[in-house]
């Protein structure tokens, strides 16, 4: 199975901050990464996939880059309800997907 | 309104067996890629099994054979049967709908339902 790799873990940031997350895959996996936003006690929810399109609704002040085996997720202003953990998933090798261990985004 | 709702989940004892389910409104289960994903305590995220529009299905190594998946389309309502559970098994269980219709991009989840295997 393909590994990935997040990085930091865990994070702590303040509103109006610029944050970024990576995920690294034990190989490449192209284009094929999703990230996802998951609050306490509730589902994860879908924000980006192929690396870097938008999902419907998905507020702008999210991004996402990369290719191969590193991405990133760019928050480029924290808003309040931004903190979160963040997880990457790869969606190269069907149907062995992966997801990453996630990033705890906490408030500063 | 597209919405998932899991229920079924509960304690159960290691070699035991259950049956979750997750109903679904707003579209059609039997249109679409549906999956369930798992999360242990404090833990990441796992894929478990897909059921495809056809009918075909897949699994993660860890649950083939114990696990089957499976659909009502009456009741447009999809199955996760769990047989020979073990600790390691124990999770919160999402429905996931995979609307690309196999590039694994979960748009809409249910809540969860927690499974714990423990004696």
């Known amino acids: 199975d393909i590994q990935m790799t997040q990085s930091p873990s865990s994070l702590a940031a303040s509103v109006g901050d610029r944050v970024t997350i990576t995920c690294r895959a034990s190989?490449?996996?192209?284009?094929?990464l999703n990230w996802y936003q998951q609050k306490p006690g509730k589902a994860p929810k879908l924000l980006i996939s192929?690396?870097?399109r938008l999902h419907s609704g998905v507020p702008s002040r999210f991004s996402g880059s990369g290719s191969g085996t590193d991405f990133s997720l760019t928050i480029s202003s924290l808003q309040p309800e931004d903190f979160a953990t963040y997880f990457c998933?790869?969606?190269?090798?069907?149907?062995?997907?992966?997801f990453g261990q996630g990033t705890r985004l906490e408030i500063k | 309104e597209v919405q998932l709702v899991e229920s079924g989940g509960g304690l159960v004892q290691p070699g035991g067996s259950l049956r979750l389910s997750c109903a679904a409104s707003?579209?059609?289960?039997?249109?679409?890629?549906m999956n369930w994903v798992r999360q242990a305590p404090g833990k990441g995220l796992e894929w478990v099994s897909v059921?495809?529009?056809?009918?075909?299905?897949l699994y993660a190594d860890s649950v083939k054979g114990r696990f089957t998946v499976s659909r009502d389309d009456s009741k447009n309502t999809l199955y996760l049967q769990m047989n020979s559970l073990r600790g390691d098994d124990t999770a919160v269980y999402y429905c996931?709908?995979?609307?690309?219709?196999?590039?694994?991009?979960?748009?809409?989840w249910g809540q969860g339902t927690l499974v714990t295997v423990s004696s």
């Open positions: 996931a709908r995979d609307e690309t219709r196999g590039l694994y991009e979960f748009d809409t």
């Open positions: 707003g579209f059609t289960v039997s249109s679409t890629y």
């Open positions: 059921i495809y529009g056809g009918g075909y299905t």
């Open positions: 190989q490449s996996i192209i284009n094929y």
């Open positions: 192929d690396a870097s």
């Open positions: 998933q790869q969606t190269h090798i069907i149907p062995q997907i992966t």
